[in-house]
């Protein structure tokens, strides 16, 4: 991973923030979806935690030829007008990595006591019990309404940020950009 390519949502009266980024990363996903590529990562360079809020940029990382591929591909249609979209460039000689992590809130915990209800009737009682008086969690993290392909299904994607790491660590990305082990580049 020694290249990125930066996308800057450009403001738009018509169309708020969200909205864009939600179209360019469910276009982004069904690319890598349909190239079954697992050597792209994304990061948020402006995310701000605190205030739940993403930034204006997308930022791809991998190989060089990858992401020329990207830059150059069909997939970006309709969205080419509503972004700025860089150079593929070498990643700065000083930088440290970290993970983009997936939040999964357990927020419908009727839904899951259900389930683990279904698959497990024999513990009926320390079922109940486990979920006696459980609340929906609710996280404040940045987060997009997305479509997945493989599936169909919509879902809220909240994300955070690992802690800041000297070395990179090596894994597969999903085609959503994201890993359960592999760390991005962070400048």
Do not use: C
Not at 31 to 51: E, M, N, R, T, Y
């Amino acid at each position: 991973m020694h290249h990125y390519l930066n996308f800057t949502l450009i403001k738009d009266p018509e169309f708020p923030p969200e909205m864009l980024r939600a179209a360019l990363l469910q276009k982004l996903h069904r690319a890598l979806f349909d190239l079954q590529a697992d050597d792209v990562g994304i990061s948020f360079p402006g995310i701000d935690l605190a205030k739940a809020k993403f930034g204006s940029v997308l930022r791809l990382h991998g190989a060089e030829q990858r992401l020329q591929s990207l830059r150059s591909g069909d997939w970006l249609r309709g969205m080419r007008d509503h972004l700025t979209i860089g150079d593929v460039l070498p990643i700065p000689a000083q930088h440290h990595h970290r993970r983009m992590l997936r939040l999964r809130p357990r927020s419908n915990m009727e839904r899951i006591k259900r389930r683990q209800l279904k698959r497990h009737p024999e513990q009926t009682a320390s079922i109940e019990a486990r979920f006696a008086g459980a609340k929906d969690e609710r996280l404040n993290a940045p987060g997009l309404l997305l479509r997945s392909k493989s599936t169909g299904e919509s879902f809220p994607l909240l994300l955070s940020l690992g802690p800041l790491q000297a070395q990179a660590s090596p894994g597969k990305f999903n085609s959503y950009g994201l890993s359960a082990t592999a760390t991005v580049p962070w400048f």
